[in-house]
């Protein structure tokens, strides 16, 4: 089974810009894989902000976008808010199955 | 407004059977591919099952193949997790999500595995 793989935690200061990446033990990630990007907050359900690389859901944040960058897909988040603190977790298509990354843990201090 | 309730979530002894059930209102679940995804306490999401429109796939990850079942109801609109064989590694909250690209997700029920 492949692995995902995302930066443990990062840190952003109020207003400032971070990016999150998610790799692929299996190669490059593409728009083949279909990424996802999920928040969740403690004690609550997951939320889907970006689907299919770079696409927003009515509810996601326009601070929040999606790519591929070099060899991964990457969630930049633009202008972090407090309420942005979270797990951020990627997730990737592999043949017909799906796996999560190990997820991040964003702190906006 | 779509909601999706898991129920079906208890304290069972290694070994033991469990049957999970999502209840979907706002949503046909037939219309969507769903999943079941789990998360251990303290730990990430993991992608656990799925199953398409016509119920004509059905997938699993390779730590749960052979012990837990997808399965979906369309009379009643609900989804169905029914599980076997259960480890400790199993205990975790399972949520049910899926609709038009993951954009439904419930709450959440929890599963302990534990003598």
């Known amino acids: 089974q492949a692995v995902v793989t995302q930066e443990p935690s990062l840190t952003v200061s109020p207003g400032g810009t971070v990016t999150l990446t998610c790799g692929s033990s299996?190669?490059?990630?593409?728009?083949?894989?279909?990424p996802f990007w999920l928040q969740q907050k403690p004690g609550q359900a997951p939320r889907t902000l970006i689907w299919h690389t770079g696409n927003k859901h009515s509810w996601t944040p326009a601070r929040f976008s999606g790519s591929l960058v070099g060899d991964k897909a990457a969630l930049t988040l633009s202008g972090a808010q407090p309420e942005d603190e979270a797990a951020y977790f990627c997730l990737l298509a592999f043949n017909g199955r799906w796996v999560f990354g190990g997820g991040t843990k964003v702190t906006v201090l | 407004e779509v909601q999706l309730v898991e129920s079906g979530g208890l304290l069972v002894q290694p070994g033991g059977s469990l049957r999970l059930s999502c209840a979907a209102s706002g949503i046909t679940l037939s219309s969507h591919w769903m999943h079941w995804v789990r998360q251990a306490p303290g730990k990430g999401l993991e992608w656990v099952a799925h199953?398409?429109?016509?119920?004509?796939?059905?997938d699993y990850v390779d730590s749960v193949k052979g012990r837990f079942t997808i399965s979906r109801d369309d009379a009643n609109n609900s989804l169905h997790l029914q599980m076997s064989g259960l480890r400790s590694e199993d205990t975790a909250v399972y949520y049910c999500g899926g609709g038009w690209h993951f954009d439904s997700w419930g709450q959440g029920t929890l599963v302990t595995v534990s003598s």
């Open positions: 199953i398409n429109q016509d119920e004509t796939v059905k």
């Open positions: 299996t190669g490059p990630v593409t728009s083949g894989h279909y």
